[in-house]
């Protein structure tokens, strides 16, 4: 079993940054690929980035491509989301995941934190 949880959303302005953070503990979480996912109201859930258990491999939806970015400390086992020039349609709950591998669909992943709400106002 791996445990998520997901910390530092909240509401910020247009153009605006923010790092959020997913913390696992349980099983050897350097041992699975982690994924961010968003959901807004009355929509889908959407992948936004994946990042593979060494860091080495990553792989991003294509409306947070060059605005954000995913890392991962595993000394840490925290899995990080920056995320640069927001837009409000970037307004959604943000949810960490864990997968064998790299992943761009929700069933591919075994765990799932809470979730962390961003709000991006204009």
């Known amino acids: 079993q791996v445990h998520l949880v997901e910390s530092g959303g909240g509401l910020v302005q247009v153009g605006d940054s923010l790092r959020l953070s997913c913390a696992a503990s349980?099983?050897?979480?350097?041992?699975?690929?982690a994924g961010w996912f968003r959901q807004a109201p009355g929509k889908e859930r959407e992948f936004v980035t994946a990042i593979s258990w060494s860091g080495g491999d990553t792989s991003y939806g294509d409306s947070v491509k060059g605005r954000f970015t995913i890392s991962r400390d595993n000394a840490k086992n925290t899995v990080y989301l920056q995320m640069n020039s927001l837009k409000p349609e970037d307004t959604a709950g943000y949810y960490c995941a864990a997968s064998p591998s790299i992943a761009k669909f929700p069933a591919g992943y075994d765990y799932w934190g809470q979730g962390t709400q961003v709000t991006v106002s204009s």
């Open positions: 349980g099983r050897t979480f350097s041992n699975y690929a």
